[in-house]
């Protein structure tokens, strides 16, 4: 028997485990029950790669987008019914438009738009944070049931912060519980490969409440937040949840973005000696949600015939989709009454 199928036994065996480690773009549920904790991990490969690839975007801004796919996974996984999760900013920044849509259970998209003169600007001065090429203005959270249902949504300020500082302050406004997020992501090369690949991965855990209390899919309508605990001078941060948020901070982002580091041997390697327990991963995807079918609708109930005539070149109108690049033609004249 080799080290590594040793290892790979131990390991199985401390996290309880009856099945094999999880793989790329997977989300992991996890609880720290001696740490009063729970938590997501997620591990994106392939599917991070055909979003950020797609477009081409340089680096900076895909690597910005990648943190805001791999937020929006860890949260919008957690949604126990058939919606959507969307995470959208709009800011002053070099990167001006965030748009991550999370289609419930395992689907994912995403979309950035940027300022190229204020991208060049802000490299040149060496500005290329995530806090730096958001810049200031907003982060809306939007829960989409579907039909008939109302949305919910949280707002978020964006000034200057990192999309992990904007997630801690955003549990904390809407659901008052201690939160804590580590997002990483990084391009590797494997042997063999004409170009690098964009992979990704992140780790959200929250204090369980003494009595229960709201879940990461429980979002508040719109309007301002207010966090009693946290305004009371004599609250006191629970022990466990010090010691849980604590180990997290020693997690670096190669150990996050690592390809050879499943969700499991990470969750492990920062909580062996306190015991965490791990549940069945759940699968994800890049998959865009337009359809010829949703445009051509679009086309036929929202525009009049002199606007589709206005928007057709050389006799057909093109629409292509911002996220997957598709491109979808139309005739300006199908739409007119039989």
């Not at 009856?18 to 996890?30: A, N, W, Y």
């Not at 029950?33 to 340089?58: E, F, K, Q």
């Not at 890049?286 to 050389?314: G, H, K, P």
Request: negative net charge; charged residues 25%; proline residues 5%.
């Amino acid at each position: 028997m080799t080290d590594t199928t040793t290892m790979t036994e131990n390991l199985m065996s401390a996290l309880g485990l009856d099945r094999p480690e999880s793989v790329d773009d997977t989300v992991v549920p996890f609880t720290l029950d001696r740490l009063d904790t729970r938590g997501r991990s997620v591990r994106l490969g392939a599917a991070l790669d055909t979003i950020l690839s797609r477009h081409n975007y340089p680096a900076p801004v895909a690597r910005l987008l990648g943190e805001a796919v791999v937020l929006s996974a860890l949260i919008g996984s957690s949604l126990k019914f058939d919606g959507r999760f969307i995470m959208q900013t709009q800011t002053d920044g070099p990167v001006n438009l965030i748009v991550v849509d999370f289609d419930a259970p395992d689907g994912m998209r995403g979309y950035a738009r940027f300022d190229h003169d204020l991208l060049v600007k802000a490299a040149e001065e060496g500005r290329t944070r995530p806090g730096e090429l958001l810049g200031n203005g907003h982060l809306a959270m939007t829960i989409d049931q579907g039909p008939h249902t109302e949305r919910y949504q949280g707002i978020v300020a964006l000034n200057g912060n990192s999309l992990e500082e904007v997630a801690h302050t955003y549990f904390m406004q809407s659901e008052q519980i201690p939160t804590v997020v580590r997002l990483a992501v990084a391009e590797f090369t494997k042997k063999g490969d004409h170009r690098p690949h964009w992979r990704a991965g992140g780790v959200l855990i929250q204090h369980l409440p003494e009595h229960g209390g709201a879940t990461m899919a429980d979002l508040p309508g719109d309007g301002d937040f207010d966090n009693p605990a946290m305004k009371d001078p004599d609250f006191v941060e629970a022990d466990g949840w010090t010691e849980a948020r604590t180990m997290l901070a020693t997690l670096d982002d190669l150990e996050l973005a690592d390809p050879d580091l499943t969700s499991e041997r990470l969750l492990f390697r920062l909580y062996h000696e306190t015991g965490v327990r791990v549940f069945a991963p759940m699968t994800l995807e890049e998959r865009c949600t337009c359809s010829a079918d949703r445009i051509e609708d679009m086309l036929a109930n929202s525009f009049t015939a002199e606007d589709r005539e206005e928007m057709a070149v050389d006799g057909e109108i093109e629409v292509v989709c911002e996220f997957c690049s598709t491109a979808y033609h139309f005739n300006p004249h199908q739409f007119e009454p039989n």
